[in-house]
């Protein structure tokens, strides 16, 4: 895995930035805390790639099993519990319409529309669910398995031989589970949601559907050990450091582009990351300081047809991170004799790719906006689980520069209080009179 | 179709606005200067969606045909000539598992792997492919035709009864699709790529997947007499002028969140309206204004476990435009006796929807966060028809409040000249020489 920096060094904004001289003390400082203070204690998922060899055989042997007795494989989850597997099955399976090893869904909403209509269509008694949930109290994987476990029961399907629950030890989900006979998975307390893809909540699903998490796992030892150098040459320091410069000059918005259609949803999985950890009102020490880069998802080339002219001609408070594969599992010559197109004639179709992706790449540059890659040789587990790794790497970093803790969402639980306001569950006296104010204030127009 | 703006109204940073109290002269301004004075020429998307009965027609019946012969479906166009299509057949097929008429698939990247891959897929001579571009000269588009070319010529297969072209009369792809005998549907000169989904360039694929266009259009004159108002019942103009409001007070990020998996990709329809309309370097005075407001991407209620943290603690430059349909086709009671979850019994699955989209909304007002929210009946063609012009029109109706011209888009072609020099076109010696400059210079560090 490669970082490439070169014209982002030369942005005005950096006045001449060169990446050799970023303060070795300072990084000195930062990647201990994180790996010898562990200033937080929600660092696990540093720890949890060092998996024992025996464990990871007795879940591929598992895995194994599972594909020779079910025909669909449904995961039941949402956020961290479903983007890492996501991600992986799109980029090993969708993205090349390669059959898949066994018929795999990543449920992540509870839309009635999109959940109920693919149960219909599944034949259950051929169908495996995971169950996925760090508290084993998320609201809407629990009702989606309510869901599953009416219908297997209408159908009269035991429900033990169907579903897989994957939780930390000793919650009211894990005692269920147990009590219910189900195959149990369970996620250490240390490790947070949005940072547990190389954990059972990913490497069980990615074992399941026949990915190799041995190579998953090597990967991210090496994007672990890049991680460690005390120098410019540690890529995810490297790139949290120029995210961090950018924003400190007011780049509030970082575009996440990878030109590869099956690395689509890392954006997805790096959206997470970013939002979710670096999103905070208060600092350490707390200050009120509403900090944040704003993730924005994008796809080259795709996206040049939709987004490149913001990007150029809009706001400067962008800054870009690219993704590119080098090697392509299919490539075409262009050789067919279109005569007003000679101009595209005897080239291959990655060079297209390749070509555009560099001149968007110039032509930010051009235009002093800042912008660096990311580049993998090609997309294997290997790589995969180098690049995810790399990713919460340089998450983790950017949130010592802020001087923010990056493991916590409390944002989001004003909104959970809402819900169960709405839902009318007991107490919630105040929260229940501003929705009834809201209700009775409803102003709509239309036609 | 509705518009749903209450909590917005008294959000401090608009100091106790009132819908009702937008000015009505500069309404009328703006909606005259759009209807009746033309400001531009490319307002052809307005009348476009007035078609012949008889044309319609003549349409379905060749449509038919179609489903008829061929077992696959592959449109070739990117952005404008993608766009319209992809979000339809997400909300009409691919998110409700629903059996789709003829195998459709949109391919709007040149990434090999994805595009190659998927050709090796389908048999050929059941598939019939829609080449779609307005210029008749994207060489992404053109590079796909020419795959298909020679993969039907290496097969010995015609490839005038495989290939159907949406262009523009008269241009070198249009002669070429003539001279080939090649089925070819015009774009009116006066309809641009990203307000084209109601031209041949969505019509003819809606038809040939099934969806009633007659319906579909019948939506979007709904629209269009809505948008004809001049006072705040145009909900249309009055999204924009929110939006306008919101960005002269420095909110320059734009979140649209579907609360419906199906209408998930009504996120990337709008993001390129928005983007390539309203990012613009010069207004119409000639003036340098760098403007624009970036769209965001995102899905509810997954993105509560993603972006939430963000949208509530991050920077406060954020208005969320959010939209949410009434009915569901699927539905489902909870009521499976889980006994650590009893709260969540007896209710049904879009009620808990419902209520965490009421909780977000409320969660961001309390917190001074402008929202509102658009609200549809159902999705059905006439409703998609009635969405998807309604958001042309705020489009159309924002860039004349941002006083820019909404229709070009300049500011990639400095990108297409360096894929130009790139792949080695004739002249462009001063971007060959940038590009050596930059090979040379790549500074490239990692593992």
Known sequence: MKLEVSKIESCSVFKNFKIEKISKVQQKKIVNNIFLKKISDMLGWLDVIDVREENLNNIEKFACQIRKKYKNFVVLGIGGSALGVKTLKHAFFDSIHKKEKIKTFVCDNIDSDGFISLLDALDLKKTIFNVITKSGST??????????????????????????????????????????????????????????????????????????????????????????????????????????????????????????????????????????????????????????????????????????????????????????????????????????????????????????????????????????????????????????????????FMGEMMEIDAYNQNGVEQSKVYTKASLGFEGLNEQKRLIEDFRKTQKLIGY
């Open 139 to 396: 609201s809407e994987t629990l009702a989606q398995m309510s869901v599953v476990l009416k219908l297997l029961s209408d159908k009269k399907i035991k429900a033990d031989k169907h579903i897989i629950v994957t939780t930390t030890k000793d919650n009211d989900l894990y005692q269920f589970a147990i009590k219910n006979n189900f195959k149990v998975f369970d996620i250490p307390k240390d490790v947070g949601g949005r940072f547990s893809v190389f954990s059972n909540v990913g490497i069980v699903p990615c074992a399941i559907m026949g990915l190799n998490i041995k190579e998953l796992l090597s990967g991210a030892k090496m994007a672990r050990e890049n991680a460690k150098k005390y120098d410019y040459t540690n890529i995810s320091y490297t790139s949290a450091y120029i995210n961090y410069k950018a924003l400190e000059k007011g780049f509030t918005n970082l575009v996440f582009m990878p030109y590869s259609d099956r690395l689509m949803l890392v954006s997805d999985y790096f959206a997470q990351l970013w939002a979710e950890s670096l999103g905070k009102k208060f600092n350490r020490s707390g200050e009120e300081i509403f900090s944040g880069q704003t993730p924005i998802k994008a796809l080259g080339v795709t996206d040049q047809h939709s987004q490149l002219q913001l990007y150029t001609e809009g706001p400067r408070d962008k800054i870009f991170m690219f993704l590119k594969v080098q090697e392509k599992i299919f490539d075409f010559t262009l050789d067919y004799d279109i005569p007003f197109m000679k101009k595209l004639n005897n080239i291959e179709l990655s060079t297209l790719l390749n070509s555009e992706f560099f001149a968007t790449r110039l032509s930010l540059s051009s235009l002093d906006i800042p912008n660096y890659s990311i580049i993998i040789d090609k997309i294997d587990e290997k790589n995969m689980g180098s690049l995810l790794f790399y990713l919460q790497m340089t998450t983790a």
